[in-house]
């Protein structure tokens, strides 16, 4: 079978197409076909070198897939023939919270990922791709989407009549603009990009803030809401984009801390945060659970993934060159089945 490797440095030139042998099931265990791939800013970071410079390699990278069960092994009962799959993000994280191991079983990082034709999984770590999607919007889910979920849900979970702010329109933050929505929330949406911004308006954001145009654009978050500030802010730009969020979410409102897209290290007051008593909530994707609470919510109200393209297989790293150069809106996807 055909599998992408990232071997002895980082870079687009140390990716390549290698050749194994297709896995076999052990106990509870199920091996899958993949059909489809997506692509996360994370995966990027790994091959680039700046989110752990002491990568394991070989790896295979990527943590997004869907597939096809193939074969089941011994005592391998959750799963039939045939069913469409996921894997989840964190192998094993099923459900509580997360332990210091939870980061080391992130697919496509300490363990191989899942840019391969075929994959051998425990079957608990896998549940049922909704019905409605296709493969390529199916692949989008495990991490984008379940971290959406988690960020809307946990702690204080977003109702009806909230207002959320969402940054950019990679996939977690249009997942999280469409899970607001059906939630019955009212979204705001930044973007540096008037096409995009516009795109995000007819996807169903209720308000849109060109930041580059508004670089305070808590500001005009206040005033839209008039003078409370946002219920939650789901925070993916990192330390550039913080000061901003602290100062766009109302009084005991939370911001969900996801990305650091913008870089780190930059000065921050914490006062604000102190003295309006901001809950500020680290999100590292989520758990099986999360994914299947997910999975109900997008085929009860029919939610279907924006992906922005979908290349060949041998078409990897002009996909992440694609990822790396801002133009996409949603996901980028790799189909794997021929």
Not at 112 to 128: F, N, P, R, T
Not at 185 to 195: F, L, N, R
Not at 278 to 289: A, E, K, S, T
Request: glycine content about 10%; aromatic content about 6%.
């Amino acid at each position: 079978m055909r599998v992408w490797t990232q071997t002895g440095g980082f870079g687009p030139e140390h990716l390549a197409i290698t050749q194994r042998e297709k896995p076999e099931p052990t106990q509870l265990q199920v091996r899958v076909r993949v059909l489809a791939v997506s692509l996360n800013y994370r995966d990027l970071m790994l091959m680039r070198g700046t989110y752990d410079p002491r990568l394991p390699m070989p790896r295979v990278p990527l943590s997004d897939a869907v597939a096809i069960v193939d074969a089941l092994g011994p005592g391998s009962t959750r799963f039939a023939l045939g069913d469409r799959v996921c894997p989840i993000f964190a192998l094993g994280y099923l459900s509580g919270e997360a332990t210091a191991d939870t980061v080391n079983r992130a697919s496509g990082h300490r363990i191989d990922g899942v840019m391969a034709e075929y994959l051998v999984i425990d079957e608990a770590s896998l549940v049922l791709a909704p019905a409605h999607l296709s493969p390529a919007q199916a692949a989008t889910l495990p991490c984008a989407a379940v971290t959406a979920w988690n960020a809307l849900t946990s702690i204080r979970p977003v109702k009806a009549g909230d207002t959320v702010v969402v940054q950019g329109t990679g996939g977690v933050s249009l997942f999280a603009l469409q899970l607001a929505k059906a939630f019955g929330a009212k979204v705001i949406a930044t973007s540096g990009d008037d096409e995009k911004l516009a795109r995000a308006l007819i996807a169903g954001a209720d308000h849109g803030i060109q930041y580059k145009h508004t670089p305070r654009w808590s500001k005009t978050v206040r005033e839209v809401t008039e003078g409370r500030g946002a219920d939650l802010v789901v925070e993916v730009g990192g330390a550039g984009t913080l000061t901003e969020s602290i100062g766009a979410v109302r009084a005991s409102g939370r911001i969900a801390l996801i990305g650091a897209l913008t870089g780190r290290g930059q000065p921050l007051d914490l006062l604000p945060v102190v003295m309006r008593s901001v809950v500020m909530h680290g999100i590292f994707v989520g758990h099986r659970l999360h994914f299947e609470e997910l999975n109900r919510a997008m085929t009860a109200h029919r939610i279907v993934p924006h992906v922005d393209r979908i290349f060949a297989f041998d078409e990897l790293v002009a996909a992440l060159e694609h990822l790396e150069s801002g133009r996409h809106f949603g996901k980028v996807v790799v189909n794997v089945a021929a």
